[in-house]
């Protein structure tokens, strides 16, 4: 395969940003289906906040006026409108198996049937601390964690077998001592959990150990509060480069586990690290994924700089390299692109040019920070929401020729309303027809966690037509 490479700075270090001339990962023109008709004058469209696709089933999202949509994952057309009024504010929501499960600021789990507009089981927590973070583990389906907002001196880690919805199996309350923002279990062991927080560490528990302090495998400081973290990553891909420091604890009980593979961290200072769960040794250095930006030739973009990180995926089917971890990263104004995590091909430690691969980039299809996304590798489609009401569908698949003459992919969905009348509004967004008005941005930065000059790029630009 043959690349493009691009030099990138970083303050005094140059990064390199690769783009394959064979890439094939493209998004097809489709259709767009416009619900911001019946909105209001001067009301403003909600923020998507969430977002899931549910396998062989729909697409949920959640917006912050607190209502649940399901759509259909063809067309995006709404198929349902729901509230969760005992849970409150919806702060995560997961797939599970033919449904999603949600975290509610009142302290309770929902399990639900997509097809249904209540759920199925509700758990209410012991503490009645808002839940900030949910896992569903795919081997044992039974199992739920949930991870509560700091109360008091405690922030908890609560373990539910759905079959038992009293109280929990299993609780940990000194694992973290701040928010917790993320959990996910390994993909093949039912009983490892990963867990971040606002304190700035990233965990591994052994969720078979009824004691807290032997349940803990290992920590690492990620310098920063942490708004996602997951399983990813190969050594193969990402060689060591530092050993365990000072602010890493490998607990004896490590030795006994089966191999872990990698974990990423992508924190609310927009930062990105790897580390291998055998040793807790650092793969890949904490980087700032604002230090990376790029002069294109692309009519649509000229300039990409990229603001925050929208989240992280590690997908075989989402990257060329199977075993390495893709990012998806925001500009203020809507943009979005999937980019390859960097990595050394040479296998040094300490090599100036970690390498970054652009593999999608898109414009047009959100008018404002994009604060989710979920991939589905059953049809090949990225779906993203955003603060801007939108919700889009970018179709990756295609052969190269259709590529070539087919700019972009698109299905857009803007949440405002629930009926095709016109809106009144004057003005006028990229899709030709009127544009929300705008409420002020939520804070300063990226709340949900949320590359120097170089030569001319060369790439393709998806946009929604």
Known sequence: MDDEVFQLGASSQKQTLSISSSFVQRARPTFWLDLNAA????????????????????????????????????????????QWEQGGICSAIKPVQNGFISA???????????????PTISLQGPSNAPYLSLASSTVDTNTIAAGTELQGTDARIDLWDIRKPDVPVLSYL????????????????????LSAASDALIAISDTRQQNEDDSVVGVINAGASVARAGWGGSS?????????DDDEEISSSASNLPPLGAFYGVSDMQTVGIWEADGFSELL?????????METNIPTHRH?????????????SLLENSESVGLFCGEQNGGMALMEIPHDNNNSQSSSSPNWSLHCLTSGGHADIVRSVTWDPASYILYSGGEDGRLCAWSLSGDQSSAQSNAAAAIATSLDASNNESNTDSTSDEF??????????????????????????SSKSYRPY
Not at 104 to 118: E, N, V
Not at 304 to 316: G, H, K, L, R, V
């Open 236 to 244: 193969k891909v990402y060689p060591k480069a530092s050993p365990v």
């Open 104 to 118: 509610g600021k009142s302290g309770m789990i929902g399990y639900w049937d997509a097809r249904q507009p209540t």
């Open 174 to 193: 000194e694992t973290h001592s701040d928010d917790i923002t993320s959990l996910d279990f390994h993909p093949t062991l039912h009983n490892i959990l």
């Open 304 to 316: 990409w700089q990229t603001e925050y990180a929208i989240d992280a995926n590690y997908d075989s």
């Open 432 to 457: 030709g027809g009127p544009g929300p008005k705008r409420k002020p941005l939520k804070g300063s930065t990226h709340s949900s966690s949320p590359l120097h000059s170089g030569r001319t790029a």
């Open 285 to 293: 250095p904490v980087r700032d994924v604002r230090q990376t930006q």
């Open 39 to 82: 909105n209001q004058v001067g009301s403003s469209a909600p923020y998507v906040t969430q977002l899931v696709s549910i396998p062989s089933s729909s697409i949920v999202s959640y917006t912050d006026d607190g209502i649940f949509r399901t759509h259909d994952r063809a067309s995006l057309s709404v198929i349902g409108i729901f």
